[in-house]
């Protein structure tokens, strides 16, 4: 029987069972990140991320940029969780046929990402590999006060977005910026019940977030803020590869962020109970259910 | 120009250069881990390790021990810095056509090598790859009075290894038990001024401890203990994978370690000035130079 059939969540799901945590771990994988308990003030965030040719990037592509996306992916993950970035090694595993010139501007891309964030690249492994593989894992630090996971949102919270969303595989996928900064900005200045990043379509990073809260969601459509690449509300909904932040917060929370102006953070709907599920009002103001999928690896 | 120019060597120099550092990190690439500031009695160390099909196990290997061995092998780097190893992160790059059998064994190897070593699995990433690919990053904490690095042996220090060595790749290198136990044991009774773990042949791991220090050697073929499975001397010097320690320590210490006869720890010689290199005594008592080569992925 192959491993499609349990499908990427469900094989998780059955590596995670059966394994043991200890005290120091506050919150192991099912979240952004791991949270790790580090002094009196601050947790130790740690995660990593793999990227692999033909899946999450293409043979043709630019190797400053490959190389730039293998950070930003796991800084994301860090910024989801209200962290600050800090450490990362980087796994490579490179094709026999890999020139010097690929490897210096893969490197550049990977140096210019970590001197962006003032990431310190402490190691890495390298190996040959039949296709070009990047694995990297982040360490970062968050004040326990300011930590903000996937499983904490409140029914009424106002559900916002970052930026737009849709169409990234046409292009921002190897180009964005991770929202470490507007996460930072929100945690020191708002009280933030929920967040994550959304690296497989706002239907299913948000039914994360609904799932681990127990809660459910009412999103308008025509508030969902669209990207110009995106070929309309499915590409938003369901493509990934986004890397906004999807966050919630208390209504009075909302209207004070809302107050400031700031057109890169949108409201998309709110926190209902979990019987309702993941509802969409449409343009017409109907009302539906929709399904939580997006991108998934098996 | 290919990277195999430049040599594996090589290829880390050439992306080590120009990252720059801040002052919490004791020891960025270049040793087995690297050494993070944690708290004021202990250091954070981070090691990752990528494992490829073809490479570093064969299509038909047992899951189960790919598994344990895909954690073995950052375990054992954490032990040669002497610390113990605390949490780990996996990315798993699988084929599609794995079956749910096949991951399940795989899982039970990670599952069953963290337990033993009370590892905590914190996290991971999963992602389709044409070969299988794993990632291991691992966390481990050491108390700062006992960190060991490459880097500091003295001249007259005796070389110690642990273990016997060569024809790992005939069955050890899947089963071998990380040295964790024995380092620490060492530290935390004697002075020891330097450590690696072999991975890629005494002759070679001996150098980066030699190139790292600033320091020649001395090795008695005689005292070199071969693995059963070793088909001679150059296997012990030059083939890959044994994963035990080596390191040093005074003569005063050396004596002091010698006299518990632990028949696991056996001199193999000692550490010379510079200018003479790495060079080995045979068993008839001629001396001559030997050459730092071993595993090299490129």
Redesign the interface.
């Known amino acids: 029987?192959?491993?499609?059939?349990?499908g990427?969540f469900g094989?998780?799901e059955?590596?995670r069972s059966?394994?043991?945590?200890?005290s120091?771990?506050i919150k192991?994988?099912g979240d952004d990140?791991?949270v790790?308990e580090?002094?009196r003030d601050r947790y130790?965030l740690?995660?990593?991320?793999?990227?692999?040719e033909?899946?999450?990037f293409l043979p043709g592509e630019n190797p400053y940029l490959i190389g730039r996306k293998s950070l930003a992916v796991s800084i994301s993950d860090i910024a989801a969780c209200a962290g600050v970035p800090?450490?990362c090694?980087?796994?490579?595993?490179?094709p026999?046929?890999?020139?010097?010139?690929f490897?210096?501007r893969l490197?550049r891309g990977m140096?210019d990402s970590?001197?962006q964030f003032?990431i310190?690249?402490?190691?890495?492994?390298?190996?040959?590999?039949?296709?070009l593989?990047i694995?990297v894992?982040m360490?970062g630090l968050v004040e326990k006060k300011f930590l903000v996971l996937r499983s904490t949102a409140k029914e009424g919270d106002t559900i916002f977005v970052t930026g737009t969303l849709g169409g990234s595989i046409r292009g921002k996928h190897l180009r964005f910026t991770p929202r470490v900064r507007q996460a930072r900005f929100l945690v020191e200045n708002f009280r933030v019940n929920s967040m994550i990043d959304i690296s497989d379509g706002l239907a299913q990073d948000l039914s994360h977030i609904l799932k681990a809260s127990k809660k459910g969601a009412l999103i308008y459509e025509g508030q969902i803020p669209l990207s110009r690449r995106a070929k309309g509300l499915k590409d938003a909904l369901y493509s990934g590869e986004d890397f906004e932040l999807l966050f919630t917060m208390p209504r009075k929370e909302a209207d004070r962020l809302l107050r400031r102006k700031i057109s890169i953070f949108r409201p998309i709907g709110e926190i209902t109970a979990a019987q309702a599920g993941l509802r969409l009002v449409d343009k017409k103001g109907k009302e539906r259910n929709i399904k939580p999928k997006g991108f998934c690896?098996?």
Chains 1, 2 share one sequence.
């Not at 029987?1 to 349990?6: D, F, H, N």
């Not at 059966?18 to 200890?22: M, N, V, W």
């Not at 740690?46 to 692999?52: A, G, I, Y």
């Not at 310190?120 to 296709?131: A, E």
């Open positions: 029987v192959l491993i499609s059939k349990l990427e094989l998780i059955r590596f059966s394994i043991k945590l200890d120091t771990v192991g994988s990140c791991a790790i580090f002094n130790l740690f995660t990593c991320d793999m990227l692999v033909d899946v999450d800090c450490y090694a980087v796994s490579l595993g490179l026999k046929n890999t020139t010097i010139g490897a210096d490197f140096r970590a001197r003032k310190n690249i402490v190691g890495g492994d390298l190996s040959r590999s039949k296709k593989s694995d894992s360490l690896h098996f």
